[in-house]
Structures are given as structure tokens and as C-alpha cells.
């Protein structure tokens, strides 16, 4: 297992344009999270799955951005009609069922989205 | 809510020195509380977590924290700084309860390390 993949790793695009991030957990992991960092702060949560089932979505999270995990595998973060605001790193995590507290997550190297 | 604070933002340090991280967490239940660490264009890493067993936390490379109830801090330390400890390093406490937990985290500190 090669940890948390992200793809891709960097993402410039036009403003108004529509951007999907993908991210492979650890295999056994069924719990996923997401996270967006800008500079010079720390990681905000997003979202966070168990298996296929959304959990729970944070105020962030507006209307544009919505996230799936249609088999409990791999998820997708889709954000429509990108604004200038959207641009930063997007993290995935993934961690065992029992909950990231005993294991700490695993992170991937994340998706830097550039929006101009 | 539970809440961190990382205290200095920025901190300089010469190879060989210690290397001290503050970290100061607000938390109305005992909490779970991680060291990660974020080098250029990399995501995170863990560095040690603390989850109610022994106050006085290893983790990788060297790196150290002591949970103080009393002060509620969860300091990071290491004896003697490498130069490729230069990176940006995060406090976080997980918040929520059962299988609803999910991170808070501080605003990072940067650590410079001068040969």
C-alpha cells in the first residue's frame, strides 16, 4: 500500500470553471476525510465519510463543493464555477473505523488548486 | 468548542539547539491531541498523538511532547535541531465524540533551523 494518493497534485484553472479532485485512501481505511488549507493557516475540515455514507459537511462546504464516495473507496471532490476564494491545498485522510484519535490520520500530499 | 493555540509563528533555531513548539489546547473533555508536520508542498505527517495513556509522548524523528493537564499544553520539544527538521509543524485536538471525531487544528508554526 502506497498511503493516501491525490490526483492530480496541482490544478490551475480559469475562473467559473469546474475542477474534480480525486483521492485514494489507504485500502483498509473506510473512514475519508477532506480538509482545505490556505497559506499560512492550518487545515479546515470539509467533509468526512464512513465507507459510502456521508457523515457530516461543514458550513464551508457552500453549494458549489459537493463530494461523493459511491463504492467507500476512492472519493471525489467536485467544486463548480470556481472563484478566485477557492484557490488552496485540498487534503485528504483516511483512518481506520475505530477513529483517527487512536491512529492519527493519514494524509495525502494534497491538491493545489490555483484559480485566476 | 475545543480550540488551539500555537504559540510564535515563526521560530529560529541553530542546528544543534532545542527546539521548543508551544502548543496550548481548550478542551472541556479529555482530549486527544496531535503533533504533524508539514514539509513544502507535501501533506501532513504525523508526528506523535497523545490519547490518555502516558503523559510523556515519542514520536518520529526524534520529537517529544509532554501532556500538562494543568496548563493545558502539549508542547513539542526536541534536544538537538536538525537542519531537515526545517518544515511547518501543526497542533491539533480532535473534537466530537464516538466515531464522530475530526480535527481542529492550530495555525502552525514555522521552524527555521540556521546551520
Known amino acids: 500500500d502506497t498511503g493516501v494518493s491525490q490526483n492530480p497534485r496541482h490544478k490551475i484553472t480559469k475562473r467559473g470553471q469546474n475542477v474534480t479532485f480525486r483521492c485514494d485512501p489507504i485500502s483498509e481505511h473506510n473512514r475519508l476525510y477532506w480538509y482545505r488549507q490556505t497559506l499560512g493557516q492550518g487545515p479546515e475540515f470539509l467533509t468526512y465519510f464512513q465507507n459510502e455514507a456521508q457523515l457530516e459537511k461543514s458550513r464551508l462546504l457552500s453549494d458549489r463543493f459537493s463530494a461523493e464516495r459511491p463504492k467507500g473507496s476512492f472519493s471525489t471532490l467536485e467544486i463548480q464555477r470556481t472563484e478566485q476564494g477557492d484557490s488552496a491545498m485540498y487534503l485528504c485522510a483516511s483512518s481506520p473505523s475505530r477513529g483517527g484519535e487512536n491512529y492519527g490520520y493519514t494524509f495525502g500530499s494534497g491538491t493545489r488548486l490555483t484559480v485566476v | 468548542a475545543q480550540s488551539v493555540t500555537q504559540l510564535g509563528s515563526h521560530v529560529s533555531v541553530s542546528e544543534g539547539a532545542l527546539v521548543l513548539l508551544r502548543c496550548n489546547y481548550s478542551s472541556s473533555v479529555p482530549p486527544y491531541l496531535f503533533w504533524y508536520v508539514q514539509y513544502p508542498n507535501q501533506g501532513l505527517q504525523l508526528l506523535l498523538k497523545?490519547?490518555?495513556?502516558a503523559t510523556l509522548v515519542k514520536g518520529i524523528n526524534g520529537f517529544e511532547a509532554e501532556f500538562k493537564k494543568s496548563e493545558t499544553s502539549f508542547h513539542l520539544t526536541k534536544p538537538s535541531a536538525h537542519m531537515s527538521d526545517a518544515a511547518e509543524y501543526f497542533c491539533a485536538v480532535s473534537e466530537g465524540a464516538g466515531n464522530n471525531r475530526k480535527l481542529i487544528w492550530g495555525l502552525g508554526t514555522s521552524l527555521a533551523v540556521n546551520p
Open positions: 497523545y490519547t490518555s495513556a
